[in-house]
Nanobody, 118 residues
Framework: QVQLVESGGGLVQAGGSLRLSCAAS????????MGWYRQAPGKQRELVAR???????NCADSVKGRFTISRDNAKNTVYLQMNSLKPEDTAVYYC????????????WGQGTQVTVSS
């Protein structure tokens, strides 16, 4: 079983910054892609950014130039640095990891609320 523990959400004014962290723990062989998704009220969950074990990244057009994803493989942790936040970034942010724990499976964190006030 794999657990993902997220931290770093909160309330911030427009133009501000937040850094999200997600640490994976449990019994597994390896982690491939790690990423962040978000879901705003009344909307579908959408990809924000993801990063492979080799460091290749991709992100949504809406956050390019403002958000940066990174990971520390030694700590099994993925980060999302969010700058120049906008009210439309308000959502619950979920960590997602593709993990080999005998078979490949997608695990999700519990979600962390990010609220950007105007």
């Amino acid at each position: 079983q794999v657990q993902l523990v997220e931290s770093g959400g909160g309330l911030v004014q427009a133009g501000g910054s937040l850094r999200l962290s997600c640490a994976a723990s449990g019994v597994y062989f390896s982690i491939d892609t790690m990423g962040w998704y978000r879901q705003a009220p009344g909307k579908q969950r959408e990809l924000v950014a993801r990063i492979t074990s080799g460091g290749t990244t991709n992100c949504a057009d809406s956050v390019k130039g403002r958000f940066t994803i990174s990971r520390d493989n030694a700590k099994n942790t993925v980060y999302l640095q969010m700058n120049s936040l906008k009210p439309e970034d308000t959502a619950v942010y979920y960590c997602n990891c593709n993990v080999d724990s005998g078979r490949w499976y997608d695990y999700w964190g519990q979600g962390t609320q990010v609220t950007v006030s105007s």
